[in-house]
């Protein structure tokens, strides 16, 4: 009986912890809580010219009582209360405030890449939502944002939301495929998606400390996306030796620890103002 009450105690531990997260969630949506949900702001360098070209916006949850929540936890906790779609809308326009801000500061040329789940893409509504937002803000805002999608949200509806993403850059939004490798892309297929940028996952870029330069895949999968006029962004770059290696390579972009952590808003345009010339 002790394993039994020890399990329950466990339980009802999560159970309070996840009710906890969702009651914050919706606060947040309702916008009674304006603290708890953040941004924060991973820098994206260009190999060719040495510059910061935009920034990735990462959500992030704090709640007093439980410190912090991991995004992978609260993110899929609003997946299944079906809250996804108001928080995606929440971050969304959290971004686009970043975003803003940047053009005010005078950096006209710096993208800001937002993450966009399968479950926003399938409401009908979320094609006239985004161009809801592109008129409140301006259309010049949109040619500056990035959608990330992962192949995970291919899979049940391509057709669907590959049409969705036709009508999304046709705003201008530039459209990324995230986690690049890891799902069941292949490149027949991805020659028939609406998308602009490629991320090759942080696993390729691990291998590059590890493995024989002849030995790796990544230099192929950079040229074999240019030949499709992708552009190609490399995350999780952690060492110099992998930044020299993807740069010899031609890849484009990169993001990771070596250039910086993700930052504030603040420190994120003071980290603009210190590495622009």
């Known amino acids: 009986t002790g394993h039994i009450k020890f399990y329950n105690e466990e339980m009802e531990k999560e159970v309070k912890r996840q009710d906890k997260i969702v009651k914050t969630l919706r606060s947040v949506i309702e916008g009674e809580d304006t603290r708890s949900l953040y941004l924060e702001f991973q820098p994206k360098l260009d190999l060719k010219t040495d510059k910061i070209v935009g920034f990735e916006a990462l959500a992030r949850l704090h709640i007093d009582e439980l410190g912090q929540i991991p995004p992978f936890e609260f993110i899929a906790i609003a997946e299944e209360k079906l809250l996804i779609y108001d928080l995606g809308n929440q971050i969304l326009l959290e971004s686009l405030k970043f975003l803003n801000r940047l053009k005010e500061e005078g950096y006209q040329n710096i993208s800001v890449a937002v993450n966009i789940s399968g479950m926003q893409f399938l409401r009908d509504e979320f094609i006239d939502n985004i161009r ?66 490629v991320k090759i996952d942080k696993k390729f870029i691990d291998k590059i400390n590890h493995k024989n330069e002849d030995d790796l895949i990544t230099a192929d999968i950079i040229s074999m996306s240019h030949k499709m006029s992708l ?35 603040v420190q994120a345009i003071d980290f603009l103002k210190n590495s622009l010339p």
């Open 231 to 265: 552009l190609v962004i490399a995350e999780g770059v952690e060492e110099e030796k992998q930044k020299e290696y993807l740069k010899k390579h031609d890849c484009d972009l990169i993001q990771g620890y070596l250039l910086s952590k993700s930052l504030s808003d």
């Open 132 to 197: 809801g937002i592109a008129e409140s803000i301006g259309t010049d805002m949109m040619s500056s944002l990035e959608f990330e999608i992962t192949e995970s949200v291919l899979f049940d509806s391509f057709d669907l939301i590959n049409d969705k993403l036709d009508q999304i850059r046709e705003m201008g939004v530039s459209i990324s495929l995230d986690d690049f490798g890891t799902g069941f892309s292949s490149f027949s297929r991805l020659l028939e998606l609406n998308i602009d940028a």
